[in-house]
Nanobody, 119 residues
Framework: QVQLVESGGGLVQPGGSLRLSCVAS????????MAWYRQVPGMRRELAAT???????NYAASVKGRFTISRDNAKNTVYLQMNSLKPEDTAVYYC?????????????WGQGTQVTVSS
């Protein structure tokens, strides 16, 4: 089992920045990838950014060039730096960790942190 705790959400004006953090604990071996998803009420949860254990990153077209995913292995933490925020970035952001154990993938989710971009 992996436990994930997110923090760093809040209210920010358009053009502003926020950094989300996600601290992982528990059985964090065999992690394959870390990711940030976001969800607006009534809409599907969508992938914002992902990073594999080999540091390969991928971003949704809507956030590419503005968001950066990174990790600190010593702190078991993954970050999402969000710059040039837009009102359409408003959503609940979820941290996700994927493990692969004996060929089976296990996904773990944090509780979510609200990001609101508004003037």
């Amino acid at each position: 089992q992996v436990q994930l705790v997110e923090s760093g959400g809040g209210l920010v004006q358009p053009g502003g920045s926020l950094r989300l953090s996600c601290v992982a604990s528990g059985s964090i071996s065999s992690v394959y990838a870390m990711a940030w998803y976001r969800q607006v009420p009534g809409m599907r949860r969508e992938l914002a950014a992902t990073m594999t254990i080999g540091d390969n990153t991928n971003y949704a077209a809507s956030v590419k060039g503005r968001f950066t995913i990174s990790r600190d292995n010593a702190k078991n933490t993954v970050y999402l730096q969000m710059n040039s925020l837009k009102p359409e970035d408003t959503a609940v952001y979820y941290c996700n960790v994927a493990q692969v154990i004996s060929g089976t993938r296990y996904d773990y989710w944090g509780q979510g942190t609200q990001v609101t971009v508004s003037s």
